[in-house]
């Protein structure tokens, strides 16, 4: 899996957000807040293939949390990040 290659992360104070944009504007209705832990994620697989076990692993280093705590973490924000259409396998 990837993340599509299309769409940046901003961060607006502490809020992180994923625009999608559509044929050089901003379409508003395709806006995606991201929590820290999401958009840490984010960046950390900006640009790379991964799977799940790989994005547990980045998680396990950066928050030192258990191998399970960090599955369900990440299977929770990749499904996020596939049902809002913002990767590509």
């Known amino acids: 899996m990837k ?3 299309d769409l940046t992360l901003r961060k607006v104070g502490n809020e992180y957000f994923i625009v999608e944009p559509d ?6 209705s395709k806006v995606f807040t991201l929590n820290e832990t999401a958009a840490f994620l984010w960046n950390s697989l900006q640009g ?10 980045i998680l396990i280093q950066e ?3 258990d191998q399970d705590t960090a599955l369900k973490d990440t299977q929770k924000i ?5 049902s809002q259409s913002l990767t590509r396998d």
Not at 48 to 57: L, P, Y
């Open 3 to 5: 993340l599509r290659a």
């Open 23 to 28: 044929q050089g504007m901003v379409d508003l």
């Open 48 to 57: 790379k293939e991964f799977d799940s076990q790989s994005a547990a692993d």
């Open 63 to 65: 928050y030192q949390i």
């Open 78 to 82: 990749l499904d996020m990040f596939k």
